[in-house]
């Protein structure tokens, strides 16, 4: 005897196909959804449908726009010389949140991983270069994440980068605001040893 309507089943198999949702969440969103007038499932439908005809990506950078090129590429405050390379979108808007970047972006759409099928040419590498050799870029900072596929894909980026006239430099990683150094781990603290930068 099934329990749960084919239709409501239907949209918690869906829902549980997104990243960090389960099953469990997946049925209190459905749950939660059905409880609610339609408006709201017809709001919900419609910006779904309506997103992959809206947003594309930015032919300068490869972040998510609805124009192109997007609002930052597009904007003459931004300092066009500089640019931070960036795993995924949400990471741009992590930097944009501190409000201490001006510069432009490169988003690469992904890391190196040989296990999950993810080579140079998944990601947005060679466009990288493109850019770098266009000729108008002094620095590019690789801003990737400090966790295994992050750092080789850094070192790749490093390794494809350094026969093009341009400055890289890495984000520098170390102990966190607020945190005992004795609660560091042993590659958190050598990095932060080695990323050290002059006492002010």
């Not at 690469?108 to 993810?118: A, E, F, K, Q, T």
């Amino acid at each position: 005897m099934q329990v749960i309507p084919p239709a409501l089943e239907k949209l918690i198999d869906n829902l549980a196909r997104l990243p960090g949702i389960g099953r469990k969440t997946a049925t209190r969103l459905a749950l939660n959804i059905l409880r609610k007038p339609p408006s709201l499932a017809h709001d919900l439908a419609e910006s779904l449908l309506g997103l992959h005809e809206a947003i594309r990506l930015c032919s300068h950078c490869f972040s998510f726009s609805e124009q192109d090129p997007c609002a930052i590429c597009a904007d003459p405050r931004r300092q066009a010389d500089t640019v931070c390379v960036v795993e995924q979108s949400g990471d741009l808007l992590a930097i944009e949140k501190t409000d201490s970047y001006r510069g432009h972006y490169h988003i690469l759409h992904g890391v190196l991983s040989p296990m999950d099928g993810i080579g140079p040419d998944e990601i947005k590498s060679r466009e990288l270069v493109g850019r770098v050799r266009r000729g108008a870029i002094k620095e590019v900072i690789i801003a990737t994440s400090s966790t295994v596929p992050g750092e080789a894909t850094a070192s790749y980026l490093i390794d494809l980068l350094q026969h093009e006239a341009v400055r890289v430099t890495r984000l520098a990683c170390g102990i966190p605001m607020g945190m005992d150094i004795k609660y560091a781990d042993r590659y958190t603290l050598a990095r932060a040893i080695e990323a050290r930068s002059p006492a002010r």
